[in-house]
């Protein structure tokens, strides 16, 4: 919704274009072959977007900035083209046309939108976890670039959300990989997989569990101390969830001393 306000805000203006209304039959829709003045064309490309017609409208957009490039609507029709690509789910086109008028308008009061878009384009191709992760990884930083530079802006509250999502959903591949190593027998690459989800993204819904599995690999390992360690962080922080039980059960198990010890720091 936020995207499609801006972009309503955009083409606005476009009502006061004249004759746009009638050419609808007298251009062609291939791009290729138009040759128009530009309030005509500028017309065509906001009739398209609005019989939702996006990929047809993005064309037209990129149309007006390349054959009138120096007119007051080539910086419109930059940002619209890359919306209009953006709802037409063709998101490296999305990314390239924002890219392009951040090169060009790298001080515009449309910079944090158009860096939005490029954010959301990586966003919205994340894959499951059992896939490789760039593209969550390229919205991460994205993301991240976008509140940095625009810190104030009417999209960063949304930005942080998308940050909290992002990084859970990293840790989630973090731990996949981990327990395929558990179930290899390991350990060593376990534990490294479980370390980056307790350091990097400890605010993640993954940590209690990425906790228990250290304990687990490094009982595995023969180390019962840093297994105590780790599962009593584990007990101060989430006392009452299961993986703090399964953690306790596996010290007493295979290290009574360690357990007891743990109990009475409880």
């Known amino acids: 919704m936020k995207l499609s306000r801006i972009a309503a805000a955009l083409v606005a203006c476009a009502v006061i274009l004249p004759a746009a209304g009638c050419s609808r039959n007298r251009v062609k829709t291939d791009t290729s072959y138009v040759a128009s003045d530009v309030n005509t064309l500028y017309g ?33 029709a930059q940002l619209m083209s890359a919306f209009s690509y953006y709802m037409a789910k063709k998101y490296p086109d999305t990314v390239s046309s924002a890219q392009r008028f951040l090169t060009i308008h790298p001080g515009n009061k449309d910079a944090a939108y158009a860096n939005y878009l ?39 509250a949304d930005a942080r959300l998308k940050l909290d999502l992002i990084n859970d959903h990293l840790a989630g591949k973090e731990m996949e990989v981990g327990r395929f190593y558990q179930r290899s027998g390991n350990w060593l690459a376990s534990v490294a ?20 599995r250290l304990t687990e690999s490094y009982l595995a390992l023969g180390i019962p101390v840093e297994a105590q360690k780790t599962a009593a962080v584990l007990g101060r922080n989430y006392p009452g969830t299961d993986w703090y039980k399964r953690a306790y059960d596996l010290l007493q198990r295979n290290a009574p001393q360690q357990t007891a010890a743990l109990a009475t720091q409880s």
């Open 44 to 76: 065509l490309a906001k009739e398209r977007l609005d019989d939702q017609r996006y990929e047809e409208a993005a064309k037209l957009f990129d149309e007006v900035e390349r054959q009138h490039p120096y007119s007051v609507w080539a910086r419109r």
């Open 118 to 156: 490029i954010a959301m384009s990586y966003y919205n191709q994340i894959a499951d976890v059992t896939r490789d992760q760039k593209l969550t990884q390229q919205a991460s930083d994205a993301f991240n670039e976008m509140i940095r530079r625009y810190p104030e802006s009417r999209y960063s």
């Open 193 to 212: 997989r479980f370390r980056v989800v307790v350091d990097k993204y400890q605010t993640t819904s993954h940590t209690p569990e990425a906790l228990m």
